[in-house]
């Protein structure tokens, strides 16, 4: 059982837009970033935000992070149906001194 | 562009050791301020942190698996080695390395390899 919670599933029609929660605690998301990872089926995982808010060189625009206290939360405007795989947040936890990923959330294009 | 490639057995035994190893190319395993990890998947979970490799020398390992992993380097190979002792069946899974980095206080895993399955098994 992850200390980071997120819903186990979204989904959206082609071309709108989901947003994924994490939430966490002051341990974790309350005093350190957080990075969010694609991971397609049958692919290596892919970092798609760190540092909360912030895009790795050649990312896509389509993704964008935000936080607020202990929550953390992943937006994807624009579905495709690539998209169509895994969402993990994942934050260093300062108590349990490991990096440590969410539960998952699985997004589905309707 | 970092590469990197994860290789092992396949099937381990239980209560066998488990080692695998990642190459690393466009990379320095001791220098650059690199972290170098393992993160595994067991089927039908999340994916789990093992420890990493810092490359001033320090290794880092997830206190749920503390005294059953062994990280280290060769240097001569640029390769990457996890070693998991005792191995059961619930050490079945898809093993990565990673490359991690950290910028304040953001940690982060900016290059992954394509994994390598591993199953505990008799």
């Known amino acids: 059982q992850s200390v980071l919670t997120q819903p186990p599933s979204v989904s959206g029609a082609p071309g709108q837009g989901v947003r994924i929660s994490c939430s966490g605690s002051?341990?974790?998301?309350?005093?350190?970033?957080v990075s969010w990872y694609q991971h397609l089926p049958g692919k290596a995982p892919k970092l798609v935000i760190y540092y909360d808010d912030v895009l790795p060189l050649g990312g896509s625009g389509r993704f964008s992070g935000s936080k607020s206290g202990t929550s953390a939360s992943l937006a994807i405007g624009g579905l495709q149906f690539d998209d169509e795989g895994l969402y993990y947040c994942a934050v260093w936890d300062e108590f349990l001194g490991a990096y440590v990923f969410g539960s998952g959330t699985k997004v589905t294009v309707l | 562009q970092v590469q990197l490639q994860e290789s092992g057995p396949g099937l381990v035994k239980p209560p066998e050791t488990l080692s695998l190893t990642c190459a690393v190319s466009g990379g320095s395993l001791t220098s650059g301020n690199n972290y170098w990890n393992w993160i595994r998947q067991s089927p039908g979970k999340g994916l789990e942190w093992i420890g990493y490799f810092f490359s001033s020398g320090t290794v880092t390992v997830n206190p749920s698996l503390r005294g059953r992993v062994l990280i280290s380097v060769d240097t001569s190979k640029n390769q990457l080695s996890l070693r998991l002792s005792s191995v059961t069946a619930a050490d079945t899974a898809l093993y990565y390395c990673?490359?991690?980095?950290?910028?304040?206080?953001?940690?982060?895993?900016?290059?992954w390899g394509q994994g390598t399955q591993v199953t505990a098994s008799s």
């Open positions: 002051g341990s974790n998301i309350g005093n350190k970033a």
């Open positions: 990673a490359r991690g980095r950290l910028s304040g206080d953001s940690f982060f895993l900016d290059y």
